[in-house]
């Protein structure tokens, strides 16, 4: 059984700056693609940024030099650090993780922290 379990979202005025943290826990051996991906009411779900465990990183043009994806592998850990929110940022934020366990390798979602960029 694998859980990802996400925080830090609300609600920020534009130009203000959010942390999402999210952590993969469970039977896991080990994780490969930790990420982010988000998804506005009537719209599809779209990669935010994502980050294999060497560290590199894939972000979305609209965020790029905005958002800062980051990895603890030791705790299965991965941040978005959300500078500079537009009110177009907002969304429901996703945390994904491709991992292999005992059955082997696999997609796992969290269940989604809500980011409201108002004013």
């Known amino acids: 059984q694998v859980q990802l379990v996400e925080s830090g979202g609300g609600l920020v005025q534009p130009g203000g700056s959010l942390r999402l943290s999210c952590v993969a826990s469970g039977s896991i051996f080990r994780v490969n693609r930790m990420g982010w991906y988000r998804q506005a009411p009537g719209q599809e779900r779209e990669l935010v940024a994502d980050?294999?465990?060497?560290?590199?990183?894939n972000y979305r043009e609209s965020v790029k030099d905005r958002f800062i994806i980051s990895r603890d592998n030791a705790k299965n850990l991965v941040n978005l650090q959300m500078n500079s929110l537009k009110p177009e940022d907002t969304a429901v934020y996703y945390c994904?993780?491709?991992?292999?366990?005992?059955?082997?390798?696999?997609?796992?979602w969290g269940k989604g922290t809500l980011v409201t960029v108002s004013s």
């Open positions: 994904k993780a491709s991992l292999w366990t005992i059955g082997g390798y696999g997609d796992y």
């Open positions: 980050s294999n465990s060497g560290g590199s990183a």
